[in-house]
């Protein structure tokens, strides 16, 4: 379903991934964001679909609000990344992978997309 995911381990933070806030932040980032509350799946509860000058992308919410599965270009999942890293309180880890978990590199606060890129590249 998902090239890419974000994610952070439920357990340890009380804190979730609200879809009306992550709507906020994705419009902010690309003015045409269509989005579907439709729940599909426990991976897909919540999606957002968009087209950038990397391609077309969607984004799912799984149900239980602990992360994004990112079907888009890497440079666009890595920024969406970034974006979910904002979002969250610092002391929360943030992982992004493939989903293949070839590579799996930890979002701290302030993290680029270039800086993931980077490390995406060093790992593959």
Not at 13 to 24: E, F, G, H, K, L
Request: proline share 4%; glycine share 6%.
């Amino acid at each position: 379903m998902a090239a890419f995911m974000a994610f952070f381990d439920g357990s340890t933070t009380t804190w979730r991934a609200s879809s009306a806030v992550v709507t906020s932040a994705i419009t902010d980032l690309w003015a045409e964001v269509e989005t579907d509350p439709t729940r599909r799946s426990e991976a897909c509860a919540f999606s957002w679909s968009f087209c950038t000058n990397e391609g077309p992308g969607e984004v799912f919410l799984p149900e239980d609000e602990t992360g994004l599965y990112l079907d888009a270009a890497l440079a666009d999942s890595a920024q969406l990344a970034c974006l979910l890293r904002r979002l969250m309180p610092d002391a929360v880890d943030l992982v992004f992978c493939d989903e293949g978990y070839n590579f799996d590199v930890r979002v701290g606060p302030g993290a680029t997309a270039a800086e993931l890129i980077a490390e995406v590249d060093a790992q593959l």
